[in-house]
């Protein structure tokens, strides 16, 4: 079945480090993917999405390139800031049971002054 | 616009009570669903609804009940807690799928519930 893996956490980085944040997917076809960030004790937001093969989501810096030929969907930004912790999920929207998203395990992020 | 909206925010059980999770959402959207977040295990689906009056199964559906009587509202009924089922409960919903359309799914602010 479809399933997402992303690199296990927690990463710990100094502010203005570069961030990856690594996602490889399994799936059947080309289904959209996404990055869903998660501040503490708050619900899951969209950071950005890409829903065919070479699109680039970006957004507040952050960026992810959709790869077929990798099968993967990283994460990237330039310059982190202490604001940007928080605990990031990777997923694909499947195209079973009405477009369910499929989750990785989720990677914390702690950004230090 | 609420969003999607939640409650309780938290609450402990006793193993074998019930109760219901409230969720809804003032956007009009024909998907709903539910997924439980467990430490280590990203979020897992427990019920979807694609419309008013059609629910199906998730990947751990197992305890849990749901309803969908309105576009608005998505209750998620557990039926006798047990402990397994203590986790971060979040609702979601979007636009529905078909055709192949890509719609984000908007998150609730989640249900912490302990089962003791």
């Known amino acids: 079945g479809d399933s997402v893996t992303q690199m296990e956490g927690p990463v710990t980085l100094s502010e203005e480090a570069f961030l990856t944040i690594n996602c490889t997917y399994t799936?059947?076809?080309?289904?959209?993917l996404f990055w869903y960030v998660q501040y503490p004790g708050e619900g899951l937001q969209l950071l950005l999405k890409?829903?065919?093969?070479?699109d680039k989501g970006s957004n507040k810096g952050f960026e992810a390139t959709y790869r077929k030929e990798t099968t993967s969907f990283h994460l990237e930004k330039g310059s982190v800031q202490v604001s940007d912790s928080a605990v990031y999920f990777c997923?694909?929207?499947?195209?079973?049971?009405?477009?369910?998203?499929?989750f990785g395990q989720g990677t914390e992020l702690s950004v230090k002054p | 616009n609420a969003g999607v909206t939640q409650t309780p925010k938290f609450q402990v059980l006793k193993t074998g009570q019930s109760m219901t999770l409230q969720c809804a959402q003032d956007?009009?959207?024909?998907?709903m669903s539910w997924y439980r977040q467990d430490p280590g295990m990203g979020l897992r689906l427990i019920h979807y609804?694609?419309?008013?009056?059609?629910?199906d199964q998730g990947e751990v559906p197992n305890g849990y009940n749901v309803s969908r009587s309105t576009t608005e509202d998505f209750p998620l009924r557990l039926l006798s807690a047990a402990p397994s089922q203590t986790s971060v409960y979040f609702c979601a919903s979007s636009y529905s799928t078909s055709g192949g359309a890509t719609y984000e799914q908007y998150f609730g602010p989640g249900t912490r519930l302990t089962v003791t």
């Open positions: 799936a059947t076809g080309y289904p959209s």
């Open positions: 956007m009009n959207h024909e998907y």
């Open positions: 890409a829903t065919k093969a070479d």
């Open positions: 997923a694909l929207r499947s195209l079973n049971q009405g477009g369910k998203l499929i």
């Open positions: 609804s694609v419309g008013a009056g059609i629910t």
